[in-house]
């Protein structure tokens, strides 16, 4: 009778162990893809506008950030547009062609401050201009967005 206890208590012994080794093996997976997702997170295609400046190419999907060098003027021909040039960590410079028909406008606007993109890179001598940074109301076109001080714009 003793050991068959001891034989019932090794047993359960083995089965806690198998389930603190899979719970355990279930928290590093889930802290891996955690940690994939929050790379996925900081995309930043600085290289990529680069190449397409360089290579004077468009029509390209882009994510980055940079600093505002440059607060110009609405442009207000057909539809309106707040502008701004950004430097990015690579020294390019940018236009940012915000939409403000279709999306909010940044108010408080810093020079100096550091301004998030996710639009369309078009190719021109001066650096390249990045628009589409809105939602499309057609839905034909990927939904942009500005991030400023951690407010989205879209």
Do not use: C
């Not at 802290?31 to 930043?44: I, P």
């Not at 440059?70 to 021909?77: R, S, V, Y």
């Not at 062609?97 to 639009?119: C, M, S, W």
């Amino acid at each position: 009778m003793k050991t068959q206890k001891n034989n019932v208590l090794v047993l359960i012994v083995i089965a806690l162990l198998i389930f603190a080794y899979v719970g355990l093996e279930l928290k590093q997976n889930s802290t891996q893809l955690e940690t994939s997702s929050s790379v996925e997170q900081r995309v930043d295609d600085q290289a990529k506008i680069m190449q397409a400046y360089q290579q004077q190419r468009s029509k390209l999907q882009v994510r980055s950030q940079g600093i505002v060098k440059a607060i110009l003027p609405d442009d207000n021909d057909g539809s309106r547009h707040q502008r701004m040039i950004l430097e990015l960590d690579n020294g390019l410079t940018v236009l940012i062609a915000h939409n403000i028909d279709l999306a909010p406008r940044i108010e408080g606007l810093q020079k100096g401050e550091t301004v998030e993109f996710y639009g369309v890179y078009e190719y021109n001598n001066k650096g390249g201009v990045i628009h589409w940074t809105h939602h499309d109301p057609r839905r034909k076109h990927i939904d942009g967005w500005l991030k400023y001080k951690g407010r989205m714009y879209q």
